[in-house]
Every structure is written in structure tokens, then in C-alpha cells.
């Protein structure tokens, strides 16, 4: 029973019959006859699968029961297997607004259980891994605001602004600074701190993820549920709001990627229109899935496209503005959508689809992990902008139709344009190419800094040279998109350069108070292949007044694979110079064994899709475990990249990396706001 998977049980009358056929079944249940606190007893269980007995329940109990649960399980993706008899045959359709997902009648035997139960589930693992990257997301842009934090030997609890106001708000008076987690669970309100407690001890005892639900004291209809993650120096929550509001229509989702669905879409496109928007649609259509699906099952063309969903979904988030729409619309067809203002115009939003096309399909472009097996997909886009007087479906045709003709003609990147009626236009990046040679003199150009933290104590050891354009007319532009652009207009070089000036410079003006924290430069192959490259650099840091010993520079691996020798003797001589070196971006790329081998180093930076694998299936985490054994084990440093929630900065931590930045704990910074972040949490 120990390594058997959890189910929760809800039935009034039915309970210990239930959870026998559930043992004999190979399931280990967890059971409750009440729906009060059905919810919280479901997320503590860790169960994917809830089994709701409603034989002789009367169809008004019936859907409060199965409400119950449906916000927390369709929360952490799972499913609602209902049992039903004869007389509520007729509300099955309502018991499916209500959040049941299927459905078991007439004779409950062992192996009709076991069949359903299995049903269930496996719909519940689909949800799981592919709603975790979205949920995940979510709980990023959420962490900074709702988060806590655990630390057992110092007995600290560490309380995010917008947490602590939250405190204030539910227990007027109670100082956060010196509260305990006793003091957040006292907050709550009596019924609902047994779950919480019983919770807590399951994340210390066991050291496993756990979860409780409770209400907002004084507001009973705004639900929270607060996940638990553990590591060797406590452990964190992450506070999450349940959406208790009901889906007028479930159309609208996609369910197996948990993306908007071809229904959602259209809601999207009308509400922006509906503003007095402009929108912007690539319609992405996979080429070779059918070939994926015959050559290696269903079950991995499936995981293809949820794996598809979680890239263009992260990279919607970080090119596409404000809320964009990322949706499946058919089989292997997926929507990226972006509002922009109506007074931008026509040319501006060709010209700005024209910078983000080439980024999302080339990120499907790169190979997919799928199970034991390393697959490619290409894909072709449609782009579509909207003009007067446009409809949502009219919008949708037209990137269908320029789809169709990149199809066709498989030019130009494979993205084709139709603006209005008429024939399509192949993607031009004369005017993006000829603004980029122009904005090192306006000034546009910024450099932002990523912090990074020391896994120990969470100090914030270093920062990351990062460059951001600021666009006038496309507005931000980070750092991937524009130094895409400046490869593509051979003008790689010159921009590197003037990112290494500023970056050098910015952190030879910082403070005394900042004076310990390393800058990362990031080198690019362009770099690396200039006979002068070492000297220059060397002048730069001179010119800037900057230590030495504070700069790391790091070298992706695509910089690299040409001519290792060649790249062995220069990484030689910088480290010589006193600097140290890096290798960004590990796992991406085809020679990582012999770069290890052959180079000499000093950290290894384990890339953000890499990490991110950790809390995915059990190949994923030994996978990310050896790399960090490896490099341990040659004396590198690791830095994780990307950590976007605390179950990943807990796991990686257990696994020996030494340094993590991400979104987690903080966003790309200026230097003013760098500086008072590092002031800030200088104990006084």
C-alpha cells in the first residue's frame, strides 16, 4: 500500500465498502462521509482522483456534494468520478456543470471500480502534467504576493508584503515579523485549522508536498488554498486563490493542455475588439505529429502537444504583453494573441508580428523530451491583424488562410501574413533590423540585472547582466527577441559590446553596500570568434573600475561547438586574468559531456526548461540530478536559472544546486531598484 496512488472518497452511506473494493483495486483511499471540509481533506490526501457516492443522495445534495470539491480539484487538475443510480440518471448533465467528469452506475464490483477509477486517472494525469506549467505560471505572477516562508533553525518566518497586509486585515494587530507558523494558524478559522495543522505535519514529517483549504476569516465565500513545499531548512507556502466563480461554459477550455479552446479564442478576440483593440493572431499549425503518433503511440503524440502548450506558453508570457490569449483550437493548431492599442496602426502590428513569429516557432523548433524518446517538430504560421470593422471569426479565417500558404510554401520562416481580403505577404524585417542600428544612439538599449540567490540562506550573492529594448513603437523588447534581431542584421557584435560597457560600468557605481555581489556578462559565439575579444574586454573592465574578481563571464553552449580547442584556450586566459567562467544555458545543446571534459570552468548554469524538469516525472528529476552530480563532483558551482516556484527551488535545493535566480524571488531589475532590494534585506 505504500507505493499505491491515493484516492479520495466521498460517500455518506457507502464508506468502508468503497475504501475495501478501492484496497482491492490497488488504490490507497482516503475517506470521508461529510462534505464539510471535503475540500481541504481532498487536497491534504495528495489524491489526483476524487470518488463521490451519490446512490440515495436527492439531486440538490447531490450537486452541493459534488461542489464541494470541484473548485479544488479542478484547481490541481484532477477528476470527479460520480457514483449515481437510476433516479438521478435524469441530472447527470448538471452534475457535469457542477464539475463531475465521469461516471460509474449500476453495479459498483471490484472490477467495474477498478476500470473507472483507472478511467479517472488517467484523465487526471493528462491534467496534471499539462495544466502544472500553467498553474505554475500563475502561481509565479502570484508568489511576490501571497508567500511565506519556514526556516527551522533560525525559527524565522518570512512574510511577503501583500501577505502580511493580508494578515493585518484577517488579525488586526498581529506583528509578522516575529510570528510563528502557530500565528498563521490561529488566523484561520477554527474549522479549518485541523486541516491545516494535520497538513503542516505532513510536509515536516514526511518531508512531501501537502495542502490545505480554508476561508478567509470574515469572508466565507473567498477560498484560499495554501501549498506546502518542504526542504532541509523548513519549508514555504505558496497561498492560492480559488476561482469561486462557475464556468458559464466549460467550451471555452481545452482540456487535454488546459489552454483556451477554439470557443475561449474567439471570447478573447471579441472582448479586445470589444475594448476598442487591435489584435494580432499567429495561428500555429505542427507539421509531423501524425508521424509521431504512428511511429511512437498516441500516448506520446499526446505528451507532444501538451509539451507544446507549456513552451508557447512561456513564451507567450514573456514576448506577448499583457494577458495574452494562448489557445488549441484543433488537433496540432494553436493561437498566440496580443492586444495592442488601435492608434499603433497597421504597419506596426505586421512589423511587431514580424518580431515574435520567428521566436515562438523557433522555440517549437528545438527537440522535445518525450519519455525515452528525442523528437522534432517544425511549424508553419498564419498571422492575421485586425482591421475596421472586424469580427473574431473573420480575424480567425484570415490566419487560417495565411497558414494555409505558408504551408504551401514553406518560405520565409514558414510565417505569412494577411492583413485584410486578399492574397497573403511573406514576413519583411527590414524596418525592425534598421531601428535596432539606430537605438544604441537613442538610448534605448537598457540593461537590467537578474538577482541571484544562494541556496543556504536565500542571501543575494550575484546578478545577471540582462539587455531589454525599449522600442518605441513595439514597446519592450527582452533580451531572446533582440539578440535574434541582431543575429539575423549581422549586428551581433557591436550590440554585445555595448551591453558589456554598460553592464561593467553600472556595477562599478554601485554602492559600497553592493560591493560583494558578482555581475554575470553574457558572451556570445560572435564574441568568442573575435581575435581581439580577451584584450578588449579586458580595456572595458579597466575603463570601468571594476574588479576582476566580481565578473563572471558566461558562455552558452551554442558559443562553443565550433571549435572547442580554440574556445578551451581563451576561457584559459580570462580565468587567467582573474575573472571567472560559466557555462549558460547547459542541457540545450549536443556536446555538454565533452564541454565539461574539456573546459576549464567555474560554474555550470543549468538552463530554465532543464530546471523546470524537476518537478515533472521521475526520469525528469534524475535527470537534472545527474547533471548536478556531475558537476559537483568536477568542483562546479551550479546555478539554476528559471525557478518559478518553491516546489522546484525545494527539489533542486535537495539535489546540491549551490545558486538559483528566477521569478520565484525576483524579476530582471534596474540598478535603483536593485540597489534598494539589496539595502532592503540587509538586516539592521
Known sequence: MLDAPPVFILSPEHREPLSVLAVQAGWKPVAARRRERAESRYLGSLARTALVDLRGVEEAQALDYVGSLAEAVEASGGAILLIVDDALEPALLRLIAAG???????????????????????????????????????????????????????????????????LQGMAPGVDHARAGVADLVRVLDRSDRAGAIAAIRHAVDDLMPAAFAHSVPGK?????????????????????????????????????????????ALGWIGGALGAGDQVIILLIGLAGLDRVN???????????????????????????????????????????????????????????????????LGDIDRPFNAGDHLIRLTARGGIAVSVE??????????????????????????????????????????????????????????????????????????????ARWRHPVHGEIGAGALFAIAERSDFLVPLSDHIHARALEAAASWPDS????????????????????????????????????RVTLEITESGLIENLGAAAM????????????????????????????????????????????????????????????????????VIAEGVETEQQLALLARAGCDVYQGFLRSRPLESAALIALVEDSVPR
Open 100 to 166: 463531475g467528469t465521469h461516471f460509474l452506475t449500476g453495479e459498483v464490483t471490484g472490477a467495474r471500480l477498478r476500470a473507472a477509477l483507472a478511467s479517472a486517472d488517467k484523465l487526471a494525469e493528462r491534467l496534471v502534467g499539462n495544466l502544472s506549467a500553467v498553474r505554475n505560471r500563475h502561481a509565479v505572477q502570484r508568489s511576490d504576493a501571497l508567500f511565506w516562508r519556514w526556516r527551522s533553525a533560525e525559527r524565522i518566518l518570512s512574510v511577503s508584503p501583500a501577505l502580511a497586509a493580508m
Open 514 to 549: 553592493l560591493a560583494h555581489l558578482r555581475v554575470a556578462i553574457n558572451v556570445t559565439a560572435a564574441d568568442i570568434a573575435q581575435p581581439e575579444f580577451v584584450d578588449h574586454f579586458l580595456d572595458q573592465v579597466s575603463h570601468a573600475g571594476i574588479d576582476r574578481e
Open 570 to 637: 581563451l576561457l584559459t586566459r580570462l580565468r587567467s586574468a582573474g575573472f571567472l567562467v560559466a557555462i549558460d544555458d547547459f542541457g540545450t545543446g549536443y556536446s555538454s559531456l565533452a564541454y565539461l571534459k574539456s573546459l576549464p570552468l567555474d560554474y555550470l548554469k543549468i538552463d530554465s526548461t532543464i530546471a523546470q524538469d524537476i518537478v515533472g516525472s521521475h526520469r525528469d528529476r534524475i535527470i537534472v540530478r545527474a547533471i548536478i552530480d556531475m558537476a559537483r563532483s568536477l568542483d562546479l558551482h
Open 294 to 360: 504512428t511511429g511512437y503511440g498516441r500516448m506520446v503524440g499526446d505528451a507532444m502537444l501538451s509539451r507544446v502548450a507549456v513552451r508557447l506558453s512561456r513564451m507567450a508570457a514573456a514576448v506577448g504583453g499583457d494577458n495574452p490569449l494562448v489557445a488549441r483550437i484543433a488537433g496540432a493548431e494553436f493561437i498566440i494573441g496580443m492586444r495592442a492599442p488601435a492608434a499603433l496602426g497597421e504597419k506596426a502590428l505586421v512589423d511587431r508580428a514580424a518580431l515574435i513569429a520567428p521566436q515562438l
Open 389 to 466: 470593422q472586424d469580427s473574431a471569426e473573420a480575424i480567425l479565417r484570415r490566419a487560417s488562410s495565411a497558414l494555409a500558404d505558408a504551408r504551401r510554401t514553406g518560405a520565409n520562416g514558414g510565417v505569412r501574413v494577411r492583413v485584410a481580403e486578399g492574397g497573403s505577404i511573406a514576413l519583411h524585417h527590414d524596418r525592425i533590423d534598421s531601428d535596432l542600428r539606430l537605438a544604441l544612439d537613442r538610448g534605448e538599449i537598457q540593461i537590467l540585472f537578474q538577482p541571484q540567490y544562494a541556496m543556504a540562506d536565500d542571501r543575494i550573492t550575484g546578478v545577471e547582466a540582462l
Open 220 to 264: 466565507r465565500d473567498r477560498r484560499l488554498v495554501q501549498h506546502l513545499y518542504p526542504d532541509p531548512a523548513g519549508f514555504s507556502g505558496e497561498v492560492e486563490e480559488l476561482d469561486t466563480r462557475r464556468r458559464a461554459d466549460n467550451r471555452d477550455r481545452d482540456f487535454m493542455t488546459g489552454l483556451a479552446s477554439r470557443q475561449g
